[in-house]
């Protein structure tokens, strides 16, 4: 049998493709992959974040970075869905996040809220991107919420930052502050260390905390504190802290996806806070190479993987290229 001369029939052009329990029509696999989860969430809102706080339900968060690492975070019911700078890294292949350009932060956004439909979508500003001004500040504020279609923006810094999350909420964006290890500042902190191990650095944590508050931050991320520091932080604040290796206390969590999945070949760094909850890196690698044996054998694409032809039109076709030839044969020896 020819591989066209499948058994399968013709309509399995158009048949729906099952995602879950969403069936969606792929004529292409350049078309939008986005469905709707299969049990639609109501949209998470500030005050869903406030009532999660006050609740004392832990708040959800993890970063993404394109369509489908967000889409996949929203079908899983992610509280929050971080754009963050780290995409320098895990997806851009820079050294560090000081190289991501704010436009490059916009993109990225605007890719994760094409797939976010319930998930609070909130942007990193990127290092160059608001340290100059309050008023730069808002103005890379407003075009990651316009352009990047974010509902919130992140950036690093204490108390020096507070003059600048106070600017950006008077604007009506909402700021969620990031204090502790702060990536962007690692040269000046001699690396990435932890934070808040003396108690000199401990009390400056928690006056960091304290200023961002006031200041008018919806909450605060905690990265890299030692757990009954940050544990002892979140009890004196009012709003919710969400812990990047700073214990189990905080108000919610927030770990980068790539580090999470396993999406990265063995030798890879981690720090002691990520815990692995898949091996994506070796299921692709496995998935590929089955792929490529399939090709050089050919075994692939057969049967199923090809689309029908009535025997009769290709013969007919067939008839009609031979008689095309013998027309061109003709008149070439003319």
């Not at 950006?168 to 000046?188: F, S």
Request: net charge neutral; charged share 20%.
């Amino acid at each position: 049998m020819r591989p066209w001369q499948s058994p399968i029939h013709p309509a399995i052009a158009c048949t729906p493709i099952q995602t879950s329990t969403v069936l969606q029509v792929r004529h292409s696999s350049h078309s939008p992959m986005g469905t709707p989860p299969a049990k639609a969430r109501k949209k998470v809102t500030l005050a869903t974040l406030q009532s999660l706080y006050n609740k004392n339900e832990p708040i959800t968060m993890i970063t993404a970075h394109d369509f489908p690492s967000a889409h996949v975070a929203d079908h899983a019911g992610m509280d929050m869905v971080l754009v963050g700078d780290s995409l320098a890294m895990v997806a851009l292949g820079m050294e560090d996040t000081s190289e991501v350009l704010l436009e490059e932060m916009i993109m990225h956004c605007r890719s994760v809220a094409r797939a976010t439909r319930s998930a609070f979508i909130v942007g990193d500003l990127p290092m160059g991107s608001y340290e100059v001004s309050p008023e730069q500040a808002v103005e890379s504020s407003i075009r990651l919420v316009k352009q990047g279609r974010c509902h919130a923006i992140k950036l690093e810094g204490g108390a020096g930052m507070a003059p600048t999350i106070a600017a950006i909420t008077r604007a009506g964006i909402p700021v969620l502050a990031h204090i502790g290890l702060t990536p962007q500042r690692q040269n000046a902190l001699g690396g990435f260390r932890v934070q808040g191990k003396s108690v000199a650095s401990a009390l400056a944590i928690l006056a960091d905390a304290l200023a961002v508050q006031e200041a008018g931050a919806f909450g605060v991320v905690l990265e890299a504190i030692p757990a009954p520091v940050a544990d002892f932080v979140t009890k004196k604040l009012k709003i919710p802290t969400i812990g990047i290796g700073a214990g189990a206390g905080c108000s919610g969590q927030v770990l980068v996806q790539t580090d999470m999945l396993g999406n990265f070949p063995p030798g890879r760094y981690l720090p002691k806070f990520v815990k692995k909850y898949g091996d994506v890196w070796s299921e692709a690698l496995k998935a590929i190479e089955t792929y490529k044996d399939e090709v050089k054998q050919r075994s692939y694409p057969l049967g199923e993987y090809t689309y029908p032809m009535k025997m009769e039109e290709v013969e007919e076709f067939e008839r009609v290229v031979k008689r095309m030839e013998r027309t061109d044969e003709r008149e070439g020896d003319l």
